[in-house]
Each structure stands twice: as C-alpha cells, then as structure tokens.
T-cell receptor, first 112, second 113 residues
C-alpha cells in the first residue's frame, strides 16, 4: 500500500523567513496530494492541495510543488508569521473518495 | 461556511464497553470517512463510506468496528468492545461530488480506562 514519508519532523524559523516541508510517496498511482494544518487540539484543516496533472499551485503565501517522476511534493510557506505555528501533515490518495494516507507531520514553530 | 460536526467531544468508557461516535457530515457531501489519531502521532485512515456501503477499510478497522448511516444526516462509528489501545482522537470527514477535498470534523476524544 501507499507510504508517505515527511521531513523534517520539526522546523523552527524566524518570523518573515520561508519554510519548506517535503514529502515522498511510494505508490505511483497516487494522484491527489493535500496539505493539512493542525493547531493543538483542533481538527486538521485543508490548506492547499495539488493534483497529479499540475506541477505547482500557489495560494497567497503558501505553495505546493509536485514532482511525479521523483514521487515527491513540497509545501512552501513564505513570509512566515507566528500564527503559522502548527503541525503540518501531507497526505496522498489514489482517487477521489479513497483513503488519505498521511505523513507523520512537521511541527513548525515561528518565533517573532 | 458548512462544517462537519461530531458528538460527543469527549467520551470516557471502560474497557469492554461499546461506544458510538456520531458525525454529521456536510449536507451535500457524498463520501464519508473515519480517521483516528493517537496522541502525538499521525492521522490514520479507518474506513470510507459511499452510496450506503463501505468502499474501503484499513487493517485497523477489524470486526470490532462498524459504521452506519442511520438517516439522511448522521454517520456513526461503533466500537463493540473497547480496548485500552482504542484511546485516540477520532475524526469524521466528508467530501463532495468530486471526492477529493476531505473536510474534517472537530473530533471525539475517546478515553478507554
């Protein structure tokens, strides 16, 4: 089955710096890659996603890139702010309506 | 903006007891899911449900687990005989016609003593 690896497990940056979180997946049939942000004690919130027919997607300060050949995708956050501090999870799924397989998460700390 | 809701927010039960966790998915969504998250760990898929039947389940979802959509709005997860290792946060999620974007509920924290 699908396996998703995520790095780093923790990431500390200064406010205003950029943050990059990377994930790799094992199943070449996976074609949907969402990113979730989870604040302490809260639900995972979908912040951005990308499908396999697209190489990059941007939404304000966040962007996701996908390299299908290498089977990896990355989350980029620019101009980080303290409220970006949270656990970020990447995930992959094979098709609509199927299981999301999550990475182990990255704890991002943004200090002011 | 519509959201997935879950009840109760916290459930404490004794080992061997049955529990039912309840979810109300977003009203026009067609796909429903249960995930669990043991404290400090990643989110793990349990089961997906579409067109009134299970479409996919993980190894975690054994005979102790069952799901049901008893009416047009609720989606439930039943654990027949709880074990200590079932202690976790259980998240319900739903997705719409396209099926991809899954929106999570606030979770039910299950504590088995």
């Amino acid at each position: 089955g699908e396996n998703v690896e995520q790095h780093p497990s923790t990431l500390s940056v200064q406010e205003g710096d950029s943050a990059v979180i990377k994930c790799t997946y094992s199943d070449s049939a996976s074609n949907y890659f969402p990113w979730y942000k989870q604040e302490l004690g809260k639900r995972p919130q979908l912040i951005i996603d990308i499908r396999s027919n697209v190489g990059e997607k941007k939404d304000q300060r966040i962007a996701v890139t996908l390299n299908k050949t290498a089977k990896h995708f990355s989350l980029h956050i620019t101009e980080t702010q303290p409220e970006d501090s949270a656990v970020y999870f990447c995930a992959a799924s094979i098709q609509a309506g199927t299981a999301l397989i999550f990475g182990k998460g990255t704890t991002l700390s943004v200090s002011s | 903006e519509p959201e997935v809701t879950q009840t109760p927010s916290h459930q404490v039960t004794q080992m061997g007891q049955e529990v039912i966790l309840r979810c109300v998915p977003i009203s026009n969504h067609l796909y429903f899911y249960w995930y669990r998250q043991i404290l400090g760990q990643k989110v793990e898929f349990l089961v997906s449900f579409y067109n009134n039947e299970i479409s996919e389940k993980s190894e975690i979802f054994d005979d102790q687990f069952s799901v049901e959509r008893p009416d047009g709005s609720n989606f439930t997860l039943k654990i027949r005989s709880t074990k200590l290792e079932d202690s976790a946060m259980y998240f319900c999620a739903s997705s719409g016609q396209g099926g991809n974007e899954q929106y999570f509920g606030p979770g039910t924290r299950l504590t088995v003593t």
